[in-house]
């Protein structure tokens, strides 16, 4: 159970190292100690180690977008977990929309990256979400199970404190199209459902995202089913991320 709202940015594949590392300096210059939220940042994999590099010995943490699930071998273009804990990463997503849209990833291959990063001892912003047409044809809640079974299915009481989902409805990543406050509510409340169904502790940390601004975070944030957000857009601009850090920090959990 997280004590504070978790606020993740999803740089996707903006920010080569030059620009990253002026960002995350910047970041780190502006940023007001934060009591309430904790922030972390997931820049291109080329990115990371210099961004973890400006960002240490600060609170803010840095992860990947995507990992491996071998820790090295003939797997060329990917990136093992082990090398992401030399970098001083703590946290990877799996199954982005994008990556199963784009790449052909599968639950089953996001189940796999998902475990092969908790072993590695990273946390997980394991992403989930249905189509525009899904929604209409009414199977968000299948779509869902569907997405969760092969993660949900590999946890253990300990591991699954590791895991953090992120509802992101795939018609609302980039579009400025956001889902309304009850389908928000209702679709989280699934969620964990699904998780109960499961039979592990606690209940799951569930972070929105799709299209998340200035404007419409902090009614979003005020749910209580609500524990945070994923942010693409608006966490490489850094007045936006300045500006959603401080609505987390004040709408408290
Ligand atoms: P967006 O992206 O905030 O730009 O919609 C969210 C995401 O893809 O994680």
């Known amino acids: 159970m ?3 709202h978790l606020l993740a940015g999803n ?11 002026s960002y995350a300096a910047q970041l780190k210059e502006a940023i007001q100690p934060l009591s309430k939220t904790d922030v972390w940042v997931a820049p291109a994999t080329i990115s990371a180690a210099v961004v973890a590099e ?33 970098i ?3 946290f990877t997503l ?3 929309s994008e990556r199963r849209q784009f790449f052909g ?8 990256r998902t475990q092969a990063a908790l072993k590695a001892g990273l946390e997980v912003i394991v992403c989930i979400g249905e189509m525009e047409s899904e929604r209409t044809s009414g199977l968000t809640k299948r779509v869902l199970e569907e997405q969760l079974q092969p993660v949900l299915a590999g946890l253990s009481a300990d591991t699954a404190t590791k895991v953090i989902l992120a509802y992101e409805p795939v018609w609302a990543i980039g579009t400025g199209k956001v889902a309304s ?27 929105y995202g799709g299209s998340i601004n200035p404007t419409n975070f902090a ?18 601009k850094l007045d936006q991320w300045l500006e959603l850090i401080a609505i987390a920090e004040r709408t408290g959990v």
Not at 11 to 21: D, E, F, I, Y
Not at 56 to 84: C, I, M, Y
Not at 184 to 207: F, Y
Request: glycine content about 10%; hydrophobic content about 40%.
């Open 11 to 21: 740089w996707k594949m903006n920010l080569g190292p030059t620009h990253a590392r």
């Open 54 to 86: 400006e960002l240490k010995g600060t609170a803010l943490q840095v992860g990947a977008q995507n990992v491996h699930w071998a820790d090295s071998g003939a797997f060329t273009g990917e990136t093992s977990p082990l090398f992401l804990k030399d």
């Open 2 to 4: 997280r004590t504070k």
């Open 88 to 90: 001083g990463a703590t």
């Open 94 to 96: 799996t199954g982005h």
């Open 181 to 207: 406050i009850t389908d928000i509510q209702e679709t989280h409340q699934h969620i964990q459902k699904v998780w109960a169904s499961h039979n592990l502790p606690g209940t799951a940390v569930i972070l």
């Open 219 to 236: 009614e979003i944030l005020a749910l209580e089913e609500v524990h945070g957000a994923l942010v693409g857009g608006a966490s490489i």
């Open 105 to 112: 990833e599968t639950s089953e291959t996001t189940a796999q």
